[in-house]
């Protein structure tokens, strides 16, 4: 019978995925996406709504979203800092 456990390897940074950029290069476009989604469901708010139900679902999704960010940045901090 097989097993079923599965073991994981580190692939080096000469491994062939790296040509397609999935080692970690991709940080700084999904942060600088999350903030721009930020702007973007902020600036939705501005409108002719009669009822502001909208507008607390698109702020809330706005800080949830700047939530996410804030906190990453905190962890990757602290995770710098125990390596050192």
């Known amino acids: 019978m097989a097993s079923t456990e599965v073991e994981y390897k580190r692939e080096p940074a000469d491994a062939p995925s790296a040509r397609f950029g999935w080692h970690g290069e991709g940080l700084k476009t999904f942060k600088i996406a999350a903030v721009v989604s930020i702007v973007a469901l ?5 409108g002719n709504h009669e009822g502001h139900i909208e507008d607390l679902f698109l ?3 706005a ?7 804030i906190r990453g940045e905190i962890l990757s901090r602290r995770k710098w800092a125990i390596k050192k």
């Open 59 to 61: 702020l809330g999704f």
């Open 42 to 46: 902020l600036v939705m708010m501005i």
């Open 63 to 69: 800080l949830l979203l700047a939530f996410i960010l």
